[in-house]
């Protein structure tokens, strides 16, 4: 009877882990982005509706009324749930959607969701949190209204056209070719609410015109619906306001200003490209490491539904705000119900006008339509899973983004975890390890100049990162001469300007169910009476807890001291040794608020005053910006403060955090051209905090154990296959935990006693790995105990090798090898030709590898695998042969630039002196042709071409995994260099795409 009860609990144990993951792929699809059946649908339909008067958003004229935004109206939560946590049916999709009603006595916007999908039928009004009304002004700029700002600057530019071509150097605005200039526009456009007034700065439109602005700068008032009321209200150059261009102009002439010349353009002048220049150590002619997937991916992608590790989750990319996930699950178990980017912004400092009044507030430009075309290789590893996206934003049918979402599991190069455990002996006794590989999800935004790149990263251990990198160029203005207290100089007359990055995540936690609370753990000393030496005290850290049960004292604020842990849990659900199940948020910023609390512009990013605030889940406050925050922050139609002004009980609530990161950034020379992502990384971590009973990632069978065996070899343990794959390694898996000090002194020329005679496979490989390392390894060096000691010299930057041993002290590395009797002598020297190997002239690009005296039948199996290198060897079988040699050379590179690259394979003076010049060609005529070996002036008469006299070779291709055949590997095999079989060679070939002639 009890065997059957825990029958009937496993199988409903695992009914429920089935359920559960059946309900989530369920109801992913309330969570995807709008299909473009359904973006039309949308048009249709409310094009369809004559008291809208909907025309087209980019026809010419300003005063209409147009649709600005179409996209995914999220369900109300505890609708979407019951299709999650139920199965149940789900809740029919809905659109929300702006539209600007220009073409009314008192313009407004308005926005509306629109239902059921994919064929709407109705549609009411949508409002924000305490009515705001939308106000008109703070509309986003579209693409008809970007239309008469260059029209304007045409009049403005041909005024100042003799200014601006002298201060430039033969640059314009009309009337130009390859001399043009252009403009960028800034924001917020004025100074307070009702306003719409842009400060208009000029540049030069060349590869990076961000940084090349060129001193001329303009405010113009654009309110009015109509562009013929358009006007300007300042002029800004070298310095200097005027009220107009015609008084800029005319003192211009006069002598009443001082004129700007900027140094004459050099079209050759790289400093805002892409384009390489300066010294490099790198090679060229190889690729760097890449990522493979050896055996196919080991994640599912079904529409916006992803499983990887244990995880699952539904994503989108809204249009307004960017990334987002929904029904973060791990092992079944929801960790949050949301996790979503809201907001990002860049607030700016400097002398100019332009630079005082830029304070980017990014969904204000739509922040989620500018994910753009992502490049395998660079913005995401060639295996990636590469997902196309739509969006409907300022236009007239759905935009379509190619490649513009990438998913794909890397390694991060760092152990999860691992421990060598010593038996202080000059042993071990066992070593664990588990590699750490990672899914990420990723797009980017290219808003303006600065290029976001946005990732979710989930790890094996129930830990799931948030991140941004910041890319892209930086926003430059023109330098003065109080410029250098708001950046750095840049370039001849451009100033790097100091910003502060902020961005606004949403994480909707659900710990173990919706009831949640919160709390933060800090450390307080306490100093006590040591209770074993009572005539001491003992001063030590202890855990200090403090619950915060309302929104108020769960709001932090920036110049605050910030908790150590800010911890999340169910009361009502435990883990298996009595703690709360729970989360905590770790961060990784170096933000800070950005300007006073209440201050004018301020108002409409209060949430960025909290590095973290807590909050009741509400369906009303869905977001913490807006797209109309940017051009209205004054009066915002979304102010965050309100979300935590009545100040609710957070206790055994449905918690929402919402999280600031950022950081500062004062541009330097380094910046140019772009901005670099290391060091400009900021995000925070989701952890699990006892939520579970042991680390989740012990499922992973990916983990490793070695243990020393009975017999004093490693016992490797593991679950994956031994052989990773041919395009990374051929090798299984190895592993030696000795560390004893080994009898080899060094490696200048000190014998090697520690051989003995039943040495049959000693051997010495040089070979090139995937990745610009080379690795000299000796298997079985004449004990068990080191079977695969290695060197490994990671810094092949050059197209010289450097190896070393311990210590490699002269000019030589004489290495001996006293295997027996018949080797009194034997040895091997690595030489660097024309100069030494320990001393500062690593001139040459090759290295002799030379084997002395190797008569003995004990390197049966001596090879050498090579790329570039000279194989020399003297003395092969007594005196008979002095001077007999092996040249394995390599004439040239092979690449496509070399397609008569081939290998010589020479052996001089094979039978005496007669024959000095006898040798073999092995002859490559393309980058991945067939080999064509060719035996020319034979030893022997009889055997043209059969045989080579004094040892069996073969030539064999062991590397060939990806299309890249020039870095394809070779091994050359000496079988038996004095034995019967040395009058056999052959020439064999692994590939499988391409056999031996």
């Not at 239309?147 to 009309?174: C, P, V, Y």
């Not at 006007?231 to 005027?242: D, G, L």
């Not at 753009?372 to 899973?385: H, K, M, R, Y």
Request: glycine letters at 6%; charged letters at 20%.
């Amino acid at each position: 009877m009890k065997l059957l009860c825990l029958l009937l609990l496993a199988c409903l144990a695992g009914c429920g882990a089935s359920s559960s993951r059946d309900w989530a792929h369920h109801g992913a699809p309330m969570f995807a982005d709008l299909t473009v059946r359904e973006l039309k649908a949308v048009r249709a339909y409310l094009h369809g509706l004559p008291q809208l008067e909907l025309t087209d958003a980019r026809s010419k004229p300003l005063k209409k009324n147009s649709i600005l935004l179409i996209e995914l109206h999220l369900p109300k939560k505890h609708e979407a749930l019951r299709a999650l946590d139920r199965g149940q049916s789900k809740p029919p999709r809905q659109a929300r959607v702006i539209i600007q009603f220009g073409n009314q006595t008192k313009p407004n916007i308005t926005e509306y969701i629109v239902s059921p999908l994919p064929s709407p039928k109705s549609h009411e009004v949508k409002t924000f949190k305490g009515g705001k009304p939308v106000g008109f002004d703070s509309r986003p700029i579209t693409a008809a209204e970007y239309r008469h700002m260059i029209a304007i600057l045409e009049k403005i530019t041909t005024k100042a056209h003799k200014l601006l071509f002298e201060t430039t150097g033969g640059f314009s605005f009309t009337n130009c070719s390859n001399r043009c200039l252009t403009f960028s526009d800034i924001a917020p456009r004025g100074l307070g609410p009702g306003e719409r007034r842009t400060w208009i700065m000029l540049q030069k439109f060349v590869e990076g015109y961000f940084i090349h602005p060129v001193g001329f700068e303009v405010l113009v008032n654009h309110r009015d619906l109509d562009p013929e009321k358009w006007a300007v209200e300042k002029v800004w150059y070298n310095s200097m306001y005027f009220d107009s261009v015609e008084e800029l102009v005319e003192k211009y002439e006069s002598g009443g200003v001082e004129k700007i010349k900027l140094p004459d353009h050099d079209d050759n002048d790289l400093y805002s490209t892409y384009i390489p220049r300066g010294h490099s150590n790198t090679p060229t002619n190889i690729h760097g490491p890449k990522l493979v997937e050896p055996q196919g991916p080991r994640y599912l992608v079904d529409r916006n539904f992803v499983e990887y590790s244990g995880w699952s989750f539904a994503y989108r990319v809204r249009s307004s705000a960017g990334l987002q996930i929904f029904d973060l699950r791990f092992n079944g178990e929801r960790i949050a119900y949301e996790v979503s980017l809201q907001e990002a912004i860049a607030f700016y400092a400097g002398d100019t006008p332009a630079a005082m009044q830029t304070k980017y507030i990014d969904a204000g430009w739509a922040m989620g339509t500018s994910s753009f075309e992502l490049a395998p290789g660079i913005d995401c590893p060639e295996i990636a899973t590469f997902i196309d996206l739509n969006h409907y934003y300022d236009t007239d049918k759905p935009l379509h983004h190619k490649n513009a979402l990438c998913i794909f599991e890397m390694t991060t190069g760092m152990p999860l975890r691992r421990h060598f455990n010593s038996n202080f002996k000059g042993g071990y006794n066992f070593y664990g390890g588990l590699e750490n590989s990672v899914l990420v999800l990723r797009t980017t935004s290219t808003v303006y100049n600065y290029d976001y790149i946005w990732d979710f990263v989930f790890y094996q251990n129930g830990v799931m990162e948030v991140k941004v990198s910041a890319t892209g160029y930086i926003h430059a203005t023109f330098l003065t001469p109080n410029g250098l207290q708001y950046g750095n100089k840049v370039y001849d007359y451009a100033l790097g300007n100091l910003h502060t990055h902020l961005v606004h995540y949403k994480v909707d936690l659900d710990i173990a169910g919706r009831e949640n609370s919160f709390e933060s753990i800090d450390l307080k000393f306490v100093n006590f009476t040591n209770p074993w030496s009572p005539k001491n005290f003992i001063v030590q850290s202890k855990l200090h807890k403090t619950e915060h049960k309302t929104e108020r004292s769960a709001a932090f604020r920036f110049g605050k001291k910030f908790p150590r842990y800010v911890h999340f849990y169910n009361a009502n659900k435990k883990n298996k040794w009595g703690h709360q199940k729970g989360y905590r948020i770790q961060f990784n910023s170096h933000a800070h608020s950005v300007l006073p609390k209440g201050w004018r512009e301020e108002n409409g990013i209060s949430w960025s005053r909290y590095p973290l605030a807590v909050t009741r889940h509400k369906d009303s406050e869905a977001s913490s910006s807006s797209i109309y925050s940017q051009n209205d922050p004054w009066e915002p139609a979304v102010s965050f403060e309100d979300y935590i002004r009545n100040n609710e009980d957070i206790v055994n609530q449905d918690l929402v955090a919402w999280v600031t990161v950022g950081f500062l950034h004062v541009p330097h020379s380094e910046d140019i051209p772009n901005t670099a992502t290391p060091g400009n990384a900021v995000g925070f971590f989701l952890r699990p905090f006892n939520f579970f009973d042991e680390d989740p990632s012990l499922s992973s069978r990916s983990t490793v154990i070695v243990r020393p065996g009975q017999d004093g070899k490693p016992k490797v343990q593991r679950w994956t296959p031994e052989v990773v794959g041919h395009c990374v390694t051929d090798k299984p898996f190895f592993y030696n935990g000795t560390y004893a000090v080994r009898r080899r002194t060094s490696f200048c020329g000190a014998l090697h006693p520690s051989c003995h005679a039943n040495h049959p496979v000693a051997h010495i490989i040089l070979r090139r790995t995937s990745s610009p390392h080379i690795i000299l390894q000796r298997t079985s060096s004449c004990g068990s105990h080191h079977p695969a000691a290695h060197i490994i010299t990671a810094h092949h930057l050059a197209a010289h090798i450097i190896l070393w041993l311990t210590s490699s002290c002269g000019a030589h590395h004489h290495r001996t090898s006293s295997c027996s009797a018949h080797h009194p002598v034997a040895h091997i020297i690595l030489r660097r030709t024309s100069a030494h190997i320990c001393g500062a002239h690593h001139c040459a690009a090759h290295i002799v590898l030379w084997r002395t005296s190797s008569c003995s039948t004990h390197h049966r199996a001596a090879h050498i695998v090579l790329r570039r290198i000279i194989v020399q060897r003297t003395s092969f079988c007594g005196a008979h042969h002095p001077a007999a040699h092996i040249i394995l050379q390599r004439t040239s590179s092979w690449g496509a630039h070399c397609p008569a690259a081939h290998i010589v394979l020479r052996r001089t003076s094979s039978c005496g002196p007669h024959h000095g010049a006898a040798y073999i060609v092995v002859r490559r005529t393309s980058s991945c042709g067939a080999l064509h070996p060719a035996r020319t002036s034979s030893c022997e008469a009889h055997h043209p071409g059969a045989h080579i006299s004094a040892s069996s070779l073969s030539l064999r291709c062991t590397s060939l995994c990806s299309a890249h055949r020039s870095v394809a590997h070779f091994t050359l095999l000496c079988t038996s260099s004095c034995g019967a079989h040395r009058r056999t060679s052959s020439l064999r070939r692994t590939s499988k795409e391409e056999g031996w002639t």
